[in-house]
């Protein structure tokens, strides 16, 4: 049946920024289709609440409290997962942050500002993807899943590094592809458009009025998606981008008001 090539039963996926939002959204949905899951993330209590989710499901969890942008940690991250359950099939490298540098002037940008967010946005996920890499290649297949940004594919005024950072992945995106082809690792990326993690960033996007489909992204919108690129359901391909926004870059359309710095 079609749909047995969607089920990720057996399988082992590492989603990080596991925590909360989107990211706790996809490790739910990869578990309820049968994954075992290692979270991490830096919150232990927010892991936690996403590993009680995974175990109602009847999935195993477990929870690594690990900072992606230290390289370390996630080389610890990976051995611990591989200890546990003996492979890693998937990594979703969900981890970021730095929307609150949207719209600030570029002279009021801090090295530390800037660095702090080159490294949870672009180098977290090189970092966990040169740990998975050699894992998959001995395995002869896996699945790598960035997530990237509308923002990193269209210019904005004073929208630096975030911008930057998420353009960068998806480059890292297609060299990862091309580069592991020949073993069996499909890389692609997932672009998201507007999906406000709290009441705030709510009402700053105005609900998304302004999206063709008239709303903002919800949590369960990206996890049928997460599921589809992580099942052999999508095998043949490969370095591709995948966007989920409503319609917005369809038309280059973003939320007026929205480079300002949020606040």
Not at 59 to 83: F, G, H, W, Y
Request: charged share 20%; proline share 4%; aromatic share 6%.
């Amino acid at each position: 049946m079609i749909l047995d090539s969607f089920t990720l039963d057996g399988k082992v996926a590492i989603v990080t920024g596991a925590g909360r939002g989107l990211g706790r959204a996809m490790t739910l949905r990869l578990a309820n289709c049968g994954a075992d899951v290692v979270a991490a993330a830096r919150t232990v209590s927010q892991l936690e609440e996403t590993a009680e989710g995974v175990h109602k499901l009847g999935r195993r969890c477990l929870v690594m409290p690990t900072d992606v942008a230290i390289s370390e940690q996630v080389n610890a991250m990976v051995a611990a997962a591989v200890k546990e359950f003996g492979r890693v099939d998937v990594l979703i490298n969900n981890a970021g942050g730095g929307e609150d540098q949207l719209g600030k002037p570029l002279d009021k940008i801090t090295d530390e500002e800037w660095r702090r967010g080159i490294d949870i946005n672009l180098s977290s996920q090189f970092y966990c993807a040169r740990a998975v890499i050699p894992h998959m290649v001995g395995q002869k297949r896996g699945k790598i899943i960035n997530i990237a940004s509308g923002y990193g594919l269209r210019g904005e005024k004073h929208n630096y590094m975030y911008a930057c950072s998420k353009g960068g992945v998806i480059q890292l995106t297609r060299s990862l592809a091309l580069t592991y082809a020949e073993h069996n690792i499909q890389t692609n990326c997932i672009v998201p458009g507007i999906f406000p993690h709290n009441e705030r960033l709510m009402k700053f996007f105005k609900g998304g009025k302004f999206i063709p489909i008239g709303r903002v992204g919800y949590d369960e919108d990206l996890g049928p998606l997460a599921v589809f690129l992580s099942s052999e359901a999508s095998n043949h391909i490969n370095g591709e981008l995948l966007i989920i926004d409503g319609g917005g870059l369809a038309g280059g359309i973003t939320p007026t008001g929205v480079v300002p710095q949020l606040p």
